[in-house]
């Protein structure tokens, strides 16, 4: 008769699996090793162990490696035991050098260095207490001006505080979404089984040239065969169109060809024209919120979600920018703002 045990006991008789003296623990390296003797594969002998098949590989090099004292050598968290201080000041000469973007980098490097083993949970304790964290690259353009993005902000926000009740701001881009899944990080349960999303078999994307205005959250989203500067004037009528009651409108947008063309220069010229078009510093992205949106459209749309057809995932993306934002902006206004910040390549170490 098979046991049955509630989460609870599960996750608690876990721990103690896990937990346990040092004569325990050199017994379970001591148990993965016959079972790798016996043919067991890794992966066999983490499940069979509850541990990652990481530290299976980690075990089998200590003893290969250090025999049985190797196997019985232990690290201790949060200390950089088993390295004297030249050993701990060229380990962080090292890595200020490489840069490693893995655990099992660093790791190598202390064995054909040193000859020393860590785990990988020994490593990241190790990294922890001489100084080093993992850090995800921020991406910054090749060419960007500060002094562009502060006159820039300095502008908008003189802007704002001097805007009238007949007059409205609001910021254009275009998007392209391809009808493809989006894979995502999830939570989901360690002991189910792995997670997957339906691929589509089709290349197409819906050409999208939309604005938005953050004070309400209102939208102006065009579905278009392409983006052109004849999208670019059509966006901008409507625009108007959707302002009757402002005389003017303020749309600020990047340097896209459509958008500087001759094309919309001559609509923007025509008489009784009330938007007025600014353009945002170039290689800044990061000054447009509409980016933000985009990236909320993807959240809330795409990411981990299959549409049978190119005409379904169509409507899903037009439907929550031209919808669902509006009608529910007091849920995404904290994610699509003008917060702006200053972007400057000085400020960061640029990994060539």
């Not at 530290?55 to 949060?78: H, I, K, P, Y």
Request: net charge positive; glycine share 6%.
């Amino acid at each position: 008769m098979s046991l049955s045990l509630t989460d609870r006991q599960r996750k608690e008789l876990r721990r103690l699996a896990r937990a346990g003296s040092v004569e325990h623990r050199f017994a379970r390296r001591a148990n993965a090793l016959i079972l790798l003797d016996q043919g067991w594969s890794c992966e066999e002998v983490a499940a069979a162990l509850l541990i990652d098949d990481d530290t299976v590989r980690t075990w089998r090099r200590l003893f290969e490696t250090g025999g049985m004292e190797g196997l019985s050598a232990f690290d201790v968290g949060g200390s950089a035991r088993g390295l004297d201080e030249g050993q701990v000041e060229a380990l962080g000469e090292w890595i200020d050098q490489a840069v490693p973007t893995s655990t099992r980098q660093v790791g190598s490097w202390l064995r054909q260095s040193f000859g020393v083993s860590y785990t990988r949970s020994g490593l990241v304790k190790l990294l922890a207490a001489t100084g080093f964290v993992f850090r995800k690259p921020q991406v910054v353009p090749r060419t960007i001006d500060a002094e562009a993005q502060q006159r820039f902000i300095q502008e908008y926000e003189a802007l704002l505080n001097g805007l009238r009740p007949d007059e409205a701001v609001m910021f254009a881009d275009a998007v392209h979404p391809d009808h493809q899944s989006r894979p995502a990080g999830c939570w989901t349960r360690k002991a189910g089984p792995a997670v997957a999303v339906r691929a589509n078999s089709g290349r197409d994307n819906v050409n999208v040239h939309g604005a938005i205005d953050l004070s309400t959250g209102a939208t102006v989203m065009l579905d278009e065969l392409r983006i052109d500067a004849t999208t670019t004037v059509r966006l901008l009528d409507r625009i108007e169109q959707r302002n009757p009651d402002k005389r003017r409108i303020v749309v600020f947008a990047d340097h896209a060809s459509y958008h500087v063309s001759n094309v919309v220069k001559e609509w923007l010229g025509q008489a009784g024209r009330r938007v007025e078009l600014r353009f945002i510093p170039v290689y800044c992205p990061h000054l447009n919120p509409i980016e933000r949106l985009w990236g909320v459209m993807h959240k809330h749309v795409t990411h981990n979600r299959c549409y049978a057809s190119q005409r379904a995932f169509a409507h899903a993306v037009l439907t929550f920018l031209r919808d669902t934002v509006p009608r529910e902006f007091r849920r995404f206004r904290d994610q699509i703002t003008d917060n702006f910040k200053l972007v400057d390549a000085s400020g960061f170490r640029v990994l060539t």
